[in-house]
């Protein structure tokens, strides 16, 4: 079945650009291709996308409050970042939002296509540099020991850090010597001990308390 895909971007240049390259990749869907998110709500009640490549300033409504509308009433639907912005306080925004991935606008057409079947596998794809950004975040020294609270154990904590790096949960299974189901345990687990029931809540929770 066909990955049905959204793009929000209001550089139509860039809009033309990877609507073609939607168009033009084996089971890929277009969907919505607009130079804005006014209308993001209707469109997805409309369309059902799976995907959205959600670019951060628009006219009208910004990418982060497109997201933050998106997660709300559709909160199985992926939204992947695709900005030039690679300061914190936008990454800790849009993941915050409920973005489960963050390309820069440099980055290849060819990733770009991996990046978009990563996401709708489970991935959380991150352009590398803004990884090592995150990376840097969570190494803090100020980071909270609410973690504590939660009894989250070391290697839940490692899951926790390496899915917010953008790792899938095959590329966590490798890292930790680990089996796809026993990734799955701890995933429910760190659920269950955050008291969430998605992805995108644990990462907000994460990168509003600092838990890893």
């Known amino acids: 079945m066909a990955i049905k895909i959204s793009i929000y971007e209001d550089n139509v240049a860039l809009l033309e650009s990877l609507s073609f390259l939607i168009l033009g990749t084996n089971d890929f ?13 209707e469109n997805c009640k409309n369309e059902c996308p799976d995907v959205i490549l959600m670019d951060i300033d628009m006219p009208e409504m910004s990418g982060i ?3 933050l509308l998106v997660k709300k009433e559709f909160p199985d639907v992926n939204v992947m970042m695709f900005t030039v912005f690679e300061d914190k306080d936008k990454i800790f925004d849009a993941l915050c939002a409920g973005a489960s991935g963050y390309l820069l606008k440099k980055t290849p057409s060819s990733q770009i296509i991996e990046a978009i079947t990563e996401l709708h596998n489970g ?3 991150i352009s590398s540099g803004i990884a090592r950004k995150v990376l840097e975040y969570f190494s803090k020294p100020e980071i909270s020991q609410k973690s504590d609270a939660y009894q989250l154990s070391q290697r839940e904590k490692e899951i926790l850090k390496r899915l917010l790096l953008g790792d899938s949960y095959k590329m966590v299974a490798n890292a930790c010597c680990v089996s796809m189901g026993t990734v799955y345990s701890h995933i429910n687990s760190i659920y269950k001990k955050l008291h969430v029931n998605s992805k995108s809540e644990a990462v907000i929770k994460v990168m509003q308390e600092k838990l890893v």
């Open 65 to 67: 409050e497109a997201t």
């Open 29 to 41: 869907q277009l969907c919505t291709a607009a130079p804005s998110a006014v209308k993001i709500i």
């Open 123 to 125: 991935g959380s794809p």
